[in-house]
């Protein structure tokens, strides 16, 4: 019997417990739930959704963006569906916000001062461009999860357990939502 995508979260969260970290890569068990279509864009939505919510902000700008994020997201419910030009305009917003980058060795790095606006700059591109692709939403979960500890390097620690914790709530009320409401047509789930 093949376990549930329920039981592969529940084991990072066990290992987190038991070594205290998991690495990064365990969060790949996310890439085959996302292929039925519409949960990688619920995804993306309840991760920009989190990013609004969490650490405060730093600068004024940075709290203008994340309220124009909340305010778009507070929006989707009344619509029942995505804005794609305001979505694309405030994405703009999010991308020009943050735009230096670094020379190394190996390419160019992006240098990022807010992660909750990289989050949520990379979750509508999910939802503009890329909806169907799981592996963005793999990444978007890592970069959501994430942590730096110097005893074990960026990986699943930490802080990290709560956020793995959130994604399986999240993922079991999706879920929930598919079975109650079959034939819904929104992104949110509903009918």
Known sequence: MALTI???????????????????????????WFEKPGRLTAFALWIAEQATTGE???????????????ALLADLPARGDLNPRAMRELQARLEA????????????VRLVNSKALMLCEDALGICLRHPDDPRLGYKLAADYCGHYDA??????????????EEIAVFVARRE?????FPHGTSVLGEP
């Open 6 to 32: 329920h039981r592969k979260l529940a084991s990072i969260l066990e290992e987190i417990d038991r070594e205290g970290f998991a690495e990064l890569v365990r969060l790949s068990v996310l890439k085959k």
């Open 56 to 70: 405060a902000p730093t600068s004024e700008p940075e709290a203008a963006l994340l309220a124009q994020v909340r």
């Open 97 to 108: 916000f943050q735009p230096d980058y670094r020379s190394v060795n190996w390419g160019r």
């Open 151 to 164: 005893r074990y390097g960026r990986n699943l620690n930490g802080p990290s357990r709560d956020r793995v």
């Open 176 to 180: 929930a939502d598919e079975i109650a």
